[in-house]
């Protein structure tokens, strides 16, 4: 069984996923308006996998004895500007989260919680690599140019 602070910070972690999740669903609509459907598409499969992250932790808890609770979702923002700005902020979140991971790993490791910290790492190597993707999709994007950026835009649809 996880202590109680464990399991609240998790719960916390929990929220932060499901906003992100909105949070990448509403770049999405933005990008699709704007006739970038290859980004949207990838922002609405970002989307999906912030759920799953928060289905995985919800489920970590629940079988390590712990109540998975699902809190308020704050209203996240709606105007987002040009693919660069949005794939800018991208970035920006993914290393806000990284930093909110990292702290619950040290908040496991404090807790002598071993079980959770080595669970929490896989998030963090997946962080990595998601900051890691947004990086490199803001350099080509600010190398492209405005024809580039229809190029990357189909190549996103892929994903």
């Known amino acids: 069984m996880m202590t109680e602070k464990l399991q609240k910070v998790l719960n916390e972690q929990v929220t932060a996923e499901m906003w992100s999740a909105n949070l990448y669903l509403s770049m999405s609509f933005h990008l699709e308006r704007e006739g970038y459907t290859g980004f949207a598409s990838w922002l609405k499969k970002q989307s999906?996998?912030?759920?799953?992250?928060?289905?995985?932790?919800?489920?970590?808890?629940?079988?390590?004895?712990?109540?998975?609770?699902?809190?308020?979702?704050d209203v996240v923002p709606t105007g987002w500007g040009t693919p660069l700005e949005v794939f800018e902020h991208v970035y920006e979140h993914e290393c806000h989260v990284s930093k909110m991971i990292d702290g619950l790993v040290a908040i496991a490791s404090s807790e002598k919680d071993n079980a959770t910290q080595d669970f929490l790492w896989g998030f963090v190597r997946e962080q990595v690599e998601e900051e890691a993707t947004a990086m490199e999709i803001v350099d080509k994007l600010k190398r492209a140019?405005?024809?580039?950026?229809?190029?990357?835009?189909?190549q996103l649809g892929k994903r």
Do not use: L, N, P
Not at 48 to 73: C, L, P, S
Not at 145 to 153: C, H, L, P, Q
């Open 145 to 154: 140019g405005d024809a580039g950026v229809f190029f990357i835009d189909a």
């Open 48 to 73: 999906q996998e912030e759920m799953e992250h928060a289905y995985a932790i919800a489920g970590y808890i629940i079988k390590r004895g712990g109540i998975a609770k699902v809190d308020k979702i």
